[in-house]
């Protein structure tokens, strides 16, 4: 398997002389054959700047950084597939970061591109070529003219139609799962927050936080248009917000609205669970989902990323427990990291967690960072690590209830957790 490089004018190629390697944390390993998968459709190869790549040599079999004018490669992979390795780099400007992207180690091999990661979960629903640009466009002017004076569709539009936001697309488009963002505010500061970042963190925020407090109308409205089939989903807690039961008093009195007129579709939200009372309330008025945000089930791991204010990981927990205990289904959306993950004492503390809180689904969702930089915020290893490829094998033996997918996941009325209907989100 070759080691793919990039030239100074973003062209790719393959090195002869180099088998590719991976990357594990801050250790370069060997990419196994078992972990390789052909390059998924709507996969984005990209060049990592201020890098040069790391390969072994067939001359010496010694591990080299490539010598020239090159830099590393990564494939930025689409949903319901997980990251196996990193790519193998070593930075030429160490005060530089990586855009906030999920690398993933890529090599050429048998005349086609290949990838270190597993398929998880079904990507045709989240395949951005199934967002037709005409019709959203259509659908956006459609809905704008419909609802003139409500702000949050005209805030939805641009996340739809300027950042391609595919579940701002489907509120627009009235299909799978569709957004309904209240909070401008949050509880935490997350260090990757692709919404907000202090101006000293060195990252730049790739979208812009919505910057006002809607009304129960409005948001009511959105969640009554969406909740047509009763296969929808309406999601609380978007990308562009921040916490969104900072807003719980309008969630409750839309989620009543909506229920009181319609019993469609399914009321989702996204959250970091920390505001228990909050989230009790929230469970109460109707909730049908919850999907609660989590780097680590070690406290020390979780604090170092989120930050969180007047909250801790006990919080997220009994909130957890609760939304199980009242018929919730309930799923973290687990941001993973080769090298950190699959860590002895990670694996065993994330499989406590999902026992004691009654998990159904861990959405296993790679992590966007620059690597440097997250290594650098996070507790050192003590155990051994597994890998990733074995890290799920551990999870899906040791928690065979619990569905490891990538995606939002709605349940069947009198079926078991394997039997479910599979949506975006």
Sequence with gaps: MNLVYADEQGNLF?????????????????IMEDELIPLPEGATLVSLPFTKPIGLSIHNDQMQVVPGTVHAVGALLPQ?????????????????????????????????FYVAAEQCDDPERWDPLNCDRDELRLQVDRILQKYPDNRLYKHLSHCALEYECLTSSNTFLQRWEGAVPVSYSCNAGCFGCISEQPDDSGFVAPQTRMNFKPTVDEVTQIMLEHLREHDSIISFGQGCEGEPSTQAKIIVEAIRNVRAQTSKGFI????NAGLTDFMRAIVDAGLDLMRVSTISAIEEHYNAYYKPRAYTLQNVERSL?????????????????????DREEEIEAMLGFAKRTGLKLIQMRNLNIDPESYLQLIPKAKGEIYGMKQM??????????VVIGSYTHVRRSNCSANSLRINNG
């Design 14 to 30: 393959d090195h002869p002389e180099f088998i590719a390697l991976g990357r594990s944390g801050d250790a370069i390993v060997e």
């Design 80 to 112: 319901g597939f997980t990251r196996l390795c990193l790519p193998s780099y070593v930075k030429s400007n160490q005060e530089e970061k990586l855009p906030l992207f999920g690398y993933t180690a890529v090599v050429w091999k048998d005349d086609q």
């Design 268 to 271: 989702n939200i996204n959250t």
């Design 321 to 341: 427990r609760y939304a199980t205990d009242q018929g919730v289904y309930t799923s973290i959306n687990y941001l993973i990291f080769p090298g950190v993950t």
């Design 392 to 401: 799920l094998d551990i999870f899906r033996s040791e928690l065979p209830d």
